[in-house]
């Protein structure tokens, strides 16, 4: 169809005729990539012209759209058919909900309330075992005006926006879980730098399980960190559609960190990540646990990474984390003056661009771009403008910012990596320009156990004896045992423990008799042990489940199963499931029927 003048939003052409059915809605929306795998956002819908099949938005999209993106409709009465579904009738104030389980001795909350903990112009409080859940926008909200605010021993979750908003100086997010977010689990930041002043946050996440984010907003981060001078350490983040830290900022850490189980529905993103600023220099990113992070087959192959320097990143240590079961570990895209040492990987399960891949761009795009603001280049360069590098305590703390200049700015330049080990992966992919301007070298490939203590067990240090010493006899092992959460009598759960006591099975009933086998509906209740994400349902014609038909998987907690044979006995059995790959982990109901 042709885009009517001056229509505001865009305009699709559409093959489905569904779409026709949503003609009469009026408060239809549309969710989607529209034209990158990293960039999603909502739509209205204003108009659908039957005749013409077209569609169009109210509003536009930033970057455009591109044929074939993936989206979603959503607030649709007439399709309204799946549990969990809604449709909200604003007009009349009316809800109406697909329920997921019985309503019986079921609590359902909505909230009226925007934020339920509000700091400000504050110092030196602590709030210690707190509950705070279903926030219209924050669960907790503590202001830049803050100083020593400490959220101890919490559990957090349970909001549209973003669950903490973490602000202000020397202020603690520890021993807590956050979970359950619409957008963001964790805002958070600190500092400032700039030519008057230079100001450290000093804040600090720690010891907290981190999960199920981006919910509602599939971009949405575990942890969205600004600021300078701030510390992430000890925490384990996991189950999100997209990458599970954001960082930037000078001077900050993120250190003994578990990560898995991300980066489900996005690319061209990495776990951890950060780009295009000159103001992120001596970023420590080293001691973390980064595993089963392998993206989705159907979309660019390898670009899943999981650290990912973008845009010209420049000064910062990647240094003894693990990477297991992830696709590309380490990407520096034309990332200058950063060093990549004693890394180790291990397992390819997905296409990969390189255990460690470092581009240059700076051959491919015009140094003219350093000053138009409207590109990455030029974005990238204003932050380092910013600085007069030459003046205190610029110069002292980071005095290779010095030897930037307009010609090697989007070069990259004075990287160090080297002394870094793939197990059963793949090599490095790194551009020649990169090895002409940079240390690489030593850096080691292996398609067999080179002699690790114990394997199997995820014991990934090198025993005394082990042949990697001969070439790298500085290799600093790396104790896993050391990384993630750990025991503090404050934390909800130290040790994850099941709670089955809810985890039932609900029908067909034990012993049922005339269940439609071309349509058998499977239920159970949900699965409350840290990590379930999904369920893994098993159906056999024995007991013993050793004549297994059907071993599927479900985001909900139910399952239509169309291709059973009538007149047999089946028996099922249905499992929580968190992690993937190698570390996933199935708990079993007590039941079986």
Not at 92 to 98: D, V
Not at 217 to 245: C, E, K
Not at 266 to 284: H, L, N, P, V, W
Not at 388 to 411: H, I, Q, R
Request: charged content about 25%.
């Amino acid at each position: 169809g042709q885009k009517p003048e001056n229509a505001k939003g865009a305009v699709m052409a559409y093959d489905n005729e569904r779409i026709s059915r949503w003609v009469n809605a009026e408060d239809a929306w549309l969710y989607g990539y529209w034209t990158w795998n990293w960039e999603a956002s909502s739509l209205r819908i204003k108009k659908i012209d039957v005749s013409e099949k077209t569609l169009e938005t109210e509003d536009s999209t930033t970057f455009g759209m591109r044929e074939g993106q993936r989206f979603m409709a959503f607030n649709l009465l007439e399709e309204l058919d799946s549990p969990g579904e809604y449709y909200i009738d604003r007009e009349n104030e009316i809800l109406y909900y697909y329920p997921i389980c019985s309503l019986d001795d079921t609590e359902m909350l909505i909230s009226q309330t925007d934020t339920i903990i509000s700091v400000e112009n504050c110092k030196n409080i602590t709030f210690e075992r707190l509950t705070v859940e279903c926030a219209r926008v924050y669960g907790v909200s503590v202001a830049d005006n803050t100083e020593n605010i400490v959220f101890n021993g919490c559990i957090l979750s349970g909001s549209s926006g973003r669950v903490v908003n973490l602000y202000g100086r020397n202020n603690k997010l520890i021993n807590s879980d956050i979970y359950d977010a619409g957008m963001d689990c964790i805002g958070f930041s600190g500092g400032k730098a700039d030519n008057t002043v230079f100001e450290l946050g000093n804040n600090l996440i720690e010891n907290c399980d981190i999960h199920d984010f981006g919910q509602k907003m599939t971009t949405g981060y575990g942890i969205l960190a600004r600021g300078h001078g701030n510390n992430i350490i000890h925490n384990r983040v996991h189950s999100g559609p997209a990458q599970a830290m954001s960082a930037s900022g000078f001077l900050s850490k993120l250190e003994y960190n578990e990560i898995y189980d991300v980066l489900r529905e996005t690319e061209d993103a990495g776990a951890i990540y950060g780009g295009r600023s000159a103001q992120d220099r001596r970023m420590s990113i080293s001691y973390n646990y980064i595993h089963d992070v392998c993206g989705q087959d159907d979309m660019r192959k390898g670009y899943y990474m999981g650290i990912y320097l973008d845009d010209y990143l420049s000064d910062i240590t990647v240094k003894s984390n693990i990477f297991k079961n992830v696709s590309t570990p380490i990407m520096g895209h034309n990332s200058s003056q950063c060093t990549v040492e004693n890394n180790l990987i291990i397992n390819k399960t997905a296409s990969s661009n390189g255990c460690i891949w470092w581009t240059d761009g700076g051959n491919d795009w015009s140094n003219g771009n350093l000053y138009d603001t409207s590109t990455s280049q030029g974005q990238f360069y204003k932050t380092h403008l910013a600085i007069d590098w030459t003046k205190e305590p610029y110069c002292t703390l980071f005095p290779e910012a010095l030897n930037v200049t307009p010609e090697n700015a989007l070069e990259p330049f004075d990287n160090v990596i080297k002394n870094n080990i793939s197990v059963n992966h793949v090599g490095t992919n790194i551009d020649s320009d990169v090895y002409a301007r940079s240390e690489v070298e030593n850096n080691l490939v292996y398609d067999y156990d080179p002699g690790f203590v114990d394997y199997e067990n995820d014991d990934f240090r090198f025993r005394e004896d082990s042949e990697i010493y001969e070439k790298i006899p500085e290799w600093q092992n790396i104790d896993i045992s050391k990384i993630g959460l750990y025991y503090d009598e404050n934390r909800p759960t130290n040790e994850p423990s099941v709670n089955k006591s809810n985890f039932t099975l609900v029908s067909p009933a034990d012993g049922a008799e005339n269940v439609p086998a071309y349509k058998a509906q499977f239920d159970w209740n949900i699965c409350q042990e840290m990590g379930i994400d999904r369920y893994r349902l098993v159906i056999a014609r024995d007991s013993g489940f050793s004549d297994i038909v059907k071993d599927t998987e479900s985001g909900d907690i139910s399952k239509e199963i169309s291709d059973l044979e009538p007149n047999t006995t089946y028996y099922w059995k249905v499992a929580g499931v968190r992690g993937r790959g190698d570390d996933r982990e199935s708990i079993w109901c007590d039941e079986v029927r």
